[in-house]
């Protein structure tokens, strides 16, 4: 395992050729890029079982749960998004957690009305109802061929019997520490004796193992009722949360129809609310293809990306939220009249200050989040991305449960209508209600070339949607996969008014040309983003898959070896 993770780390991106199967229509072999080497192991031993990509993906997404519980688990959720090959369906599964029947849009504010931060991302208050384990249950009923007792079993295993700590791991365990070590059940689990663990420790999480049993052998009811129901709820209450067991039983995940448009020759397929991905993504797309069809010079492609980008995510701060709560103008802002009426508004020789787009909005999300990409031997395609929100979510697990609970609370306007301390406005689109999804920007996509199908997708918060983009921009310009994952990152979310970049960026053209034209450019101080994508090309009957150089993810393909 140790060598495993040592040769994830130092080769920075995996990428594997594959020769085409016996059928021009399907690839012949399978692909799967994930954030950790166990959970992509993990997928293919579905797959060799006779799964097929959806039951891989329940495979993969439970593993992570257990081997990344920084990022994805039990106590999350997130967005699932399919595409059948046999006869073409496309949908997304939205597994994002919902409000509990008690929130209200005050419950983060003191006596004053200010927002006392600690209650919406620490501790049980923060979270909202999981949506994980009900994906699971949905994916197997609906689209795998499988028992979940087949498709958890390598999680359940690795849950039983542990993984050893890395770098990557300690890290992010080396920011909530502290927040870890005020519930002792969590404090035990990934924590030695209080402290961050040494690399080759080995984390085991036998509570948690349990959990993935009673999901195996009942289905979603093992998780939202029963036993396992009254534990969650018994902890969350008398840790001072509001869950009930009726919102637990009230869950359920919904299928939704993906955002779609085109891009240079591309059909894309992205995430829909209350995901803000898709249609921010696809309306910057569509900005900028009113300029030669999308077709620009290097020197003038940063800056119109630029301007796309914060004229996209003025329109997520303005309009979208969840779409069984609010009402949004989904068909204007992807219009071609729209995109036409945006691009007007850019100047080609000067930044366009966002004050002048209009009154600041701003929506705030976690960045620590987690996504997978499968391709199996048969077409089928499962793009997914999950999180809890910040790293190990609110710190708080249930005892006897094994489960670290999300604080995706967070993610919802703490205050609609009035300003932070930087001066931003929130959503009233995006506001606290009882049984409302959160706004995300998760953004699983595929884009079909028509010769090639890209899947690709990303962790990161509101950078998700710029770093989605600029990898679908890489793939219609023909790139190999290695490229997307491993692109240097720019960023522009409209406010705060300033191109946020890797720290490579800093000394390129491209920003240069950003500062030349009166942009703010600042380095984040860090790589961000952990993309694991995957690349069909059909003309050359040739499958690669790459996970990110930034984690210490891993990419496989290969034929799958039925049992």
């Not at 365990?173 to 005020?182: K, M």
């Not at 199996?376 to 809890?388: A, E, L, Y």
């Not at 931003?424 to 409302?436: D, E, R």
Request: net charge neutral.
């Amino acid at each position: 395992m140790r060598w495993l993770i040592a040769f994830s780390l130092l080769f920075t991106v995996v990428t594997v050729q594959a020769d085409g199967g016996p059928h021009p229509d399907t690839p012949g072999k399978a692909a799967i890029a994930s954030a950790h080497p166990l959970a992509t192991a993990a997928g293919f031993e579905i797959l060799d079982q006779g799964g097929n990509a959806f039951d891989a993906a329940i495979a993969v997404a439970a593993a992570l749960a257990v081997v990344e519980p920084y990022s994805s688990g039990m106590g999350g959720g997130g967005f699932w998004l399919l595409h059948r090959h046999k006869d073409g369906f496309e949908t997304m599964v939205d597994a994002r957690e919902k409000a509990p029947g008690a929130a209200s849009a005050t419950m983060y504010q003191d006596k004053d009305g200010k927002v006392v931060r600690d209650r919406a991302i620490n501790g049980p208050l923060a979270a909202g109802i999981p949506g994980q384990a009900a994906a699971f249950d949905y994916m197997a009923r609906h689209y795998g061929k499988l028992p979940l007792k087949t498709s958890l079993a390598p999680a359940i295993r690795l849950a039983e019997q542990g993984f050893e700590v890395e770098d990557h791991y300690r890290t992010l365990t080396g920011y909530r520490v502290d927040v870890l070590n005020r519930y002792p059940a969590a404090a035990r689990v990934f924590l030695d004796h209080g402290k961050v663990p040494d690399a080759g420790y080995r984390v085991r999480q036998p509570d948690l193992a349990k959990v993935l049993q009673a999901i195996a052998d009942k289905g979603r009811a093992g998780f939202y009722q029963g036993p396992v129901a009254s534990k969650l709820v018994k902890g969350v209450r008398a840790a001072g949360g509001i869950w009930t067991l009726q919102d637990l039983n009230n869950y359920q995940v919904k299928e939704r129809k993906p955002i779609v448009g085109h891009f240079r020759g591309g059909r894309v397929v992205s995430a829909a609310p209350p995901s803000s991905g898709g249609i921010v993504m696809l309306e910057a797309l569509n900005i900028l293809s009113q300029f030669n069809g999308g077709e620009i010079s290097e020197d003038l492609l940063p800056h119109l990306t630029v301007e796309a980008m914060r004229r996209a995510y003025q329109d997520r701060a303005r309009y979208l939220g969840d779409p069984d709560f609010v009402d949004m103008p989904v068909d204007k802002l992807l219009s071609d009249s729209y995109a036409k009426q945006r691009a007007a508004s850019i100047d080609l020789d000067h930044a366009t200050p966002s004050s002048d787009l209009g009154k600041p909005i701003t929506v705030q999300e976690g960045h620590h989040t987690t996504h997978f990409s499968v391709l199996d031997q048969d077409g089928n395609v499962v793009s997914t991305t999950m999180s809890v929100n910040l790293p190990f979510g609110s710190g708080f697990m249930p005892a006897g449960t094994g489960v670290i609970l999300n604080d995706e609370m967070d993610d919802f306007s703490s205050k609609p209508g009035s300003p932070n301390a930087y001066g931003l406005v929130g959503s009233h689109a995006n506001a606290i209600a009882p049984g409302k999804r959160p706004l995300s920007s998760m953004s699983p996509t595929f884009v079909d070339f028509g010769d090639r199908l890209a899947i690709l997708g990303t962790p990161g918060g509101s950078r998700i949607i710029s770093m989605v983009m600029l990898g679908v921009m890489e793939a219609a310009n023909g790139k190999p996969v290695d490229d997307w994952v491993s692109r240097v990152r720019f960023h522009n979310q409209y406010l705060p008014d300033e191109v946020q970049a890797e720290p490579a960026f800093m000394d390129t053209a491209a920003a240069k040309s950003l500062r030349l034209r009166g942009d703010k450019v600042v380095s984040v101080g860090r790589r961000y983003g952990n993309m694991q994508a995957i690349l069909w090309d059909r003309k050359h009957h040739a499958v690669t898959a790459a996970s990110d150089p930034r984690g210490i993810g891993h990419a496989t393909v290969r034929a799958v070896q039925p049992r």
